[in-house]
């Protein structure tokens, strides 16, 4: 895992000769750039606000100017940034990642060692390692995040005599697993449930992004590729053979709990699902509600990776990371905003403010499986970032493309090798066309 802070002892050497500018005293009035201002005063604004009697927070709401301007995102945030100037900005990890990017983010490591803010052993690596950039610097921070596992059926496993895993798998061993259950005869239980499963293409993206692979690089598509094929070839077979959820079977089961399918769009609490890729919140569903599933015996493990990359993984989403402008008019103001929920003080009050997210700092307990969204010490969310820099039409061509390829793959009307070289062809020429326009 790379280091949480780079170089501590130069750093500390940073912090003798420039150390940050004492905070004025009086009454202070912070600008914040939040997602939600409802969301940000009931988790954290108001609850800075108590401990911090000098401080006033003065909150711009990016959901609003998307409301009323229907704008991109990045624009929208791109604005409000040069129109505002905010002190502290709050935005979701892949907003983070780009303006970490653009260079519009302050580094975080003089504060964070002047307060002696950060222990390695004491925050997610997955976490920790996204949020640091190439040079090991660190221009944010998070102190929830939802993590990613893979969840299994107890009961079901028994039934067909199949050992239950106890640690991270490969894709390649979920895939035989899911497809063993498939060749059981049974057709009352799926092998294997994924949250992209209603979407092939989708599903066979996260799991090569999951795997290390990428999208494309230096302006070219990399879908033809060995690594590649080989993802698709476990994706459409798995969901070919019925071992794996096309997002269909569980509306014509009549077995189905469809209360707890519809209430918490979870189909892995039916019972029905011998394995489930899906989010952390299923497991506060499952701790929280132990009497309502108490028909489910069942375990989790860390996400599945590739035998290459067994320590990473798609495993983490932050919907809200806390950074520094580099511009920042009251940047040692904003910074103790940023400290406090960071803090062992704020993350005592998860529990109660925010009880479905996983809190950054490692809890000292880890019963009942939590451990395993805390294992991998690598996070990848390439795939989101990749889509988000393609040019338009690429995107509408590729959405209009996908669905025929993977039922050609499906059906066998196509060689998977052929399919993704033919689909490469096409994405790669619209979007030499949108860069030369």
């Given at each position: 895992?790379?280091?949480?802070?780079l170089?501590?002892?130069?750093?500390?050497g940073?912090?003798?000769?420039?150390?940050?500018?004492?905070?004025?005293?009086?009454?202070v009035?912070?600008?914040?750039?939040?997602?939600?201002e409802?969301?940000?005063?009931?988790?954290?604004?108001?609850?800075?606000i108590?401990?911090?009697?000098?401080?006033?927070?003065?909150?711009?709401s990016?959901?609003?100017?998307?409301?009323?301007?229907?704008?991109?995102?990045?624009?929208?945030?791109?604005q409000?940034?040069?129109r505002?100037?905010?002190?502290?900005?709050?935005v979701?990890?892949?907003?983070?990642?780009?303006l970490?990017?653009?260079?519009?983010?302050?580094?975080l490591s003089?504060?964070?060692?002047?307060?002696?803010?950060?222990d390695?052993?004491?925050?997610a690596?997955?976490?920790?390692?996204?949020?640091?950039?190439?040079?090991?610097?660190?221009?944010?921070?998070?102190?929830?995040?939802?993590?990613r596992?893979?969840?299994?059926?107890?009961?079901?496993f028994?039934?067909?005599g199949?050992?239950?895993?106890?640690?991270?798998?490969?894709?390649?061993?979920?895939?035989?697993?899911?497809?063993?259950?498939?060749?059981?005869?049974?057709?009352?239980?799926i092998?294997?449930?994924?949250h992209?499963?209603?979407?092939?293409?989708?599903?066979?993206?996260?799991?090569?992004?999951?795997?290390g692979?990428?999208?494309?690089?230096d302006?070219?598509?990399?879908?033809?590729?060995?690594?590649?094929?080989?993802?698709?070839?476990?994706?459409?077979?798995?969901?070919?053979?019925?071992?794996?959820?096309?997002?269909?079977?569980?509306?014509?089961?009549?077995?189905?709990n469809?209360?707890?399918?519809?209430?918490?769009?979870?189909?892995?609490?039916?019972?029905?699902?011998?394995?489930?890729?899906?989010?952390?919140?299923?497991?506060?569903?499952?701790?929280?509600e132990?009497?309502?599933?108490?028909?489910?015996?069942?375990?989790?493990v860390?996400?599945p990776?590739?035998?290459?990359?067994?320590?990473?993984?798609?495993?983490?989403?932050?919907?809200?990371?806390?950074?520094?402008?580099?511009?920042?008019?009251?940047?040692?103001?904003?910074?103790?905003?940023?400290r406090?929920?960071?803090?062992?003080?704020?993350a005592?009050l998860?529990?109660?403010?925010?009880?479905?997210?996983?809190?950054?700092?490692?809890?000292?307990?880890?019963?009942?499986?939590?451990s395993?969204?805390?294992?991998?010490?690598?996070?990848?969310?390439?795939?989101?970032?990749?889509?988000?820099?393609?040019?338009?039409?690429?995107?509408?061509?590729?959405?209009?493309?996908?669905?025929?390829?993977?039922?050609?793959?499906?059906?066998?009307?196509?060689?998977?090798?052929?399919?993704?070289?033919?689909?490469e062809?096409?994405?790669?020429?619209?979007?030499?066309?949108?860069?030369?326009?």
């Open positions: 895992m790379k280091k949480i802070v170089l501590i002892a130069i750093i500390l940073l912090v003798g000769c420039s150390s940050p500018s004492p905070e004025p005293e009086g009454p009035t912070l600008k914040v750039l939040v997602w939600n409802e969301l940000f005063y009931d988790r954290y604004g108001k609850y800075f108590a401990v911090h009697p000098d401080y006033e927070l003065d909150i711009v990016v959901l609003d100017h998307m409301e009323r301007s229907g704008d991109n995102v990045n624009d929208v945030l791109d409000l940034l040069k505002e100037r905010p002190d502290v900005l709050v979701p990890m892949n907003e983070y990642a780009l970490r990017e653009q260079g519009q983010l302050s580094a003089i504060w964070i060692v002047r307060d002696e803010l950060l390695v052993q004491s925050f690596p997955a976490v920790m390692n996204y949020l640091q950039d190439d040079q090991e610097e660190v221009h944010g921070l998070a102190p929830v995040f939802t993590g596992a893979l969840y299994m059926n107890k009961q079901l028994a039934n067909e199949i050992p239950l895993p106890t640690d991270r798998l490969t894709w390649e061993e979920v895939f035989a697993l899911a497809q063993r259950f498939a060749d059981s005869g049974g057709d009352e239980v092998g294997l449930y994924h992209r499963a209603e979407n092939p293409y989708l599903m066979s993206l996260y799991v090569g992004e999951g795997s692979l990428s999208l494309y690089q302006d070219a598509f990399t879908l033809h590729t060995e690594a590649w094929t080989q993802v698709f070839e476990s994706v459409t077979a798995c969901l070919r053979s019925g071992a794996c959820s096309d997002g269909q079977q569980s509306e014509n089961n009549d077995r189905l469809r209360e707890a399918v519809e209430q918490s769009n979870m189909p892995f609490l039916t019972g029905n699902f011998a394995m489930a890729v899906d989010d952390s919140t299923l497991y506060r569903t499952l701790m929280t132990p009497e309502r599933y108490s028909h489910l015996e069942w375990a989790v860390p996400l990776t590739s035998a290459a990359h067994p320590d990473l993984g798609n495993v983490v989403q932050m919907h809200d990371v806390f950074a520094l402008p580099a511009d920042a008019p009251q940047a040692a103001q904003g910074w103790e905003l940023i406090y929920v960071s803090s062992e003080e704020y005592k998860l529990p109660q403010l925010n009880p479905i997210a996983l809190p950054v700092r490692v809890p000292d307990e880890q019963n009942d499986g939590l395993a969204f805390y294992e991998l010490e690598r996070t990848v969310n390439g795939m989101a970032e990749s889509l988000r820099k393609l040019p338009y039409d690429v995107l509408i061509r590729m959405d209009e493309l996908s669905p025929t390829y993977m039922e050609a793959m499906s059906s066998g009307r196509m060689t998977v090798t052929d399919a993704l070289e033919e689909l062809a096409e994405l790669q020429t619209t979007y030499d066309a949108a860069k030369t326009e």
